[in-house]
């Protein structure tokens, strides 16, 4: 019975050793690694051997041996207990609570020409505008002009009644009349010598008053004849027919709205390239997605001691007049030539209290010696890093950045939101945001 048994624990021994052989040669693949296969032939191995030795030799070695493997199993559930375990369930854990990758859209830092620029707040202000007004008082006898006409130079506007001035020129012509006979009489006396001279000068210095007294009342009726001074488009009527009006009282607002001008402010620095003639652009709130083009027409001589800003004057051309005196403009002027400037999308800034910073895409670290390392393509190949910049100027929907991004660096324009230092992202190819139609204002 011992042979058969000694065999038996001898085969199992070789076969143990076999199969972790052909294990460890890639031969087959199993489950269990060679060193299990290894093991389990050493302790086959070692029975053979421990029942090969004699009796008294046989219990010491049993002994020992069974101490060692309560030992071994001892020591190997404090291995699992402390150290293979808590590895094991953090390794889960970091596996369920590692970061998911964010997906953002991100645009290239790039190098665009601006050219030097002054931007301002200006107020449109019409090329000539009157209220226009009677130099005498009196009742409004006609009107000729309804609110709103565009009327040309002369056209008649308002008449007031002129009825005793009529009268009045009425009786000076008939006194000029009666002057210039008087007048004849006596010359044709005094060529005969039967009148002396001073009677042809009191004749005519009687015809010179009868005529002053005419021209003066001829003036009058024409002052109560008001009149356009100049082509414009009328405002809204202030008198009604039949109305006692004063003298200087605004009958009506008269505006010549073509071409149209727009002052506006610029502080005292920019008098070293603000010129006469500079292109200019204008953009109003009330004409969405309209642009018009003029230029600078003149720069005040003086500067406010107030604001230390001068006033500066730019004339443009209102063809079909929707442009009118009083409305708010948003203004730029070119004042030199192109520089080169970097610039990112307006998006890609985030503001705060501590700094204006930005999220750079940048290849992730590689792993550290041992652990294993993600596959190509997958979550891990990309992260962001965040960069506190210097913005500049801004234009439309693009912002100058003065320090802290290099050309051709992505940068992420949508989804800083979700996102902190150093953490995974992919990129959405297709998730870039439209530019809108028109900047909306804050």
Known sequence: MRRPTNWLLFLLALAGAALGAAERLALIRTPVPPAAFASIAAVFAGLVAIRALPLKAR??????????????????????????????????????????????????????????????????????????????????????????????????????????????????????????????????????????????????????????????????????????????RLGLRNVDLGQYVPVGASLVTLQQLDPIDVDFPAPQEALASLAVGDEATMTVDALPGRSFAGRVKAIDARVSADSRNVTARAEFANPDRKLLPGMFANLTVTTGAGADVLTLPRTAIVYSLYGDSVFVVAPAPAPAAGAQAAPAGGVGDLIVERRFVRVGEVRGERVAVEEGVKAGERVVSAGQIKLQPNAPVVIDESGALALPAQTPKP
């Open 59 to 232: 219990r010491p070695v049993v002994f020992v041996v069974a101490l060692a493997v309560v030992v071994a199993l001892t020591g190997g559930l404090a291995y699992f207990q402390f150290v293979f375990k808590p590895n094991m369930v953090k390794g889960f854990l970091s596996a369920a609570l590692a970061p998911k990758p964010t997906s953002v859209v991100v645009e290239a830092a790039r190098i665009e020409q601006w050219p030097a620029q002054l931007t301002a707040i200006g107020t449109l202000r019409a090329y000539q505008g009157v209220a226009v007004a009677p130099q005498v008082g009196g009742v409004v006898a006609a009107i000729h002009f309804e609110s709103g006409d565009d009327v040309q130079a002369g056209a008649p506007l308002v008449d007031i009644d002129d009825s005793v001035e009529q009268a009045d020129l009425a009786n000076g012509l008939a006194q000029l009349k009666n002057a210039n006979v008087t007048l004849e009489r006596a010359k044709m006396l005094i060529a005969g010598g039967n009148t002396p001279q001073s009677t042809v000068d009191a004749a005519i210095a009687t015809r010179d008053s009868a005529a002053a007294t005419v021209q003066h009342t001829r003036a009058v009726i024409a002052q109560k004849a008001i009149k356009a001074p100049f082509a414009g």
